[in-house]
């Protein structure tokens, strides 16, 4: 059974808690990616694949899974080798830097990757910090190709999207020209396009893992900054 550590949100407080672990996670060679999504956009199976591809590279990784209730998750990513802890939220719609950081702390990694994939929710997530070095949003295509138009916050906070389920998108009618349009209107993040979850070369599995691979070198020239 996975550690699971359950959400009590201190209002107010979640800048400060984000700062120290941008702090903590520079220390510790870490570079975190906030993956948030939709319930149903792919996050974990998309998250398993770039995980496989980059223990392929020589790269850790590590997930921090964020739910209302469960360990499903969690325990997928243990059974497949890779460490992991579940954070219940009980009904909140996001997860804050504070239960982050408790849950960090407790999978006891350094020197690599740690994702957090976030409550699926396109509101919330948006507006809490984690301390981050990273923000990456999961958009399927059957979700339509309007959300960039409908969920302003979330596409203009993010560093990177990835569309998932493309192979679906013929059968959906999803524009991928028009959602580009949206997006552009809000942010210059790149789209990565992503299939089956698998990471053939195909699949733009490998294509987001070069952008990790990239960022996670990067934060280890970060200096640690001196109290």
């Known amino acids: 059974m996975p550690e699971v550590v359950i959400m009590k949100e201190i209002k107010g407080r979640n800048e400060e808690y984000a700062a120290a672990n941008r702090q903590k996670f ?22 398993m694949a770039l995980c496989k ?38 009904g909140e719609c996001h997860i ?5 950081r408790q849950g960090y702390d407790q999978l006891g990694f350094a020197n690599g ?11 919330c997530p948006a507006e809490f910090d984690l301390g981050e070095g990273l923000r990456i ?11 960039p138009y409908k969920y302003v916050p979330m596409y203009s ?5 990835v569309l998932t389920k493309c192979d679906l998108k013929e059968a959906v009618g999803f524009d991928t020209e028009h959602f580009t349009e949206g997006l552009r209107a809000l ?20 294509a987001v893992a070069d ?17």
């Open 211 to 227: 952008l990790i691979e990239g960022e996670y070198k990067m934060a280890l020239t970060v200096s640690v900054p001196i109290p």
């Open 53 to 90: 591809e980059l223990k392929n590279r020589g790269i850790g990784s590590a997930v921090i899974e964020g739910d209302l209730y469960s360990s499903i998750d969690t325990e997928a990513f243990i059974k497949e080798g890779f460490d992991s802890l579940q954070i219940n939220t009980v």
């Open 157 to 161: 906070y993010v560093d990177a999207v």
């Open 26 to 47: 520079t220390e510790d060679h870490v570079l975190v990616v906030n993956v948030m999504g939709a319930p149903g956009a792919g996050k974990t199976c998309f998250l």
């Open 96 to 100: 804050d830097a504070g239960v982050v």
């Open 113 to 123: 990757v740690v994702f957090v994939e976030n409550v699926g929710n396109l509101i």
């Open 137 to 147: 949003i999961t958009a399927s295509t059957p979700e339509g190709d309007d959300k």
């Open 187 to 206: 942010n210059d993040a790149p789209v990565y396009e992503t299939s089956a979850g698998s990471a053939d070369s195909t699949s733009g599995i490998g």
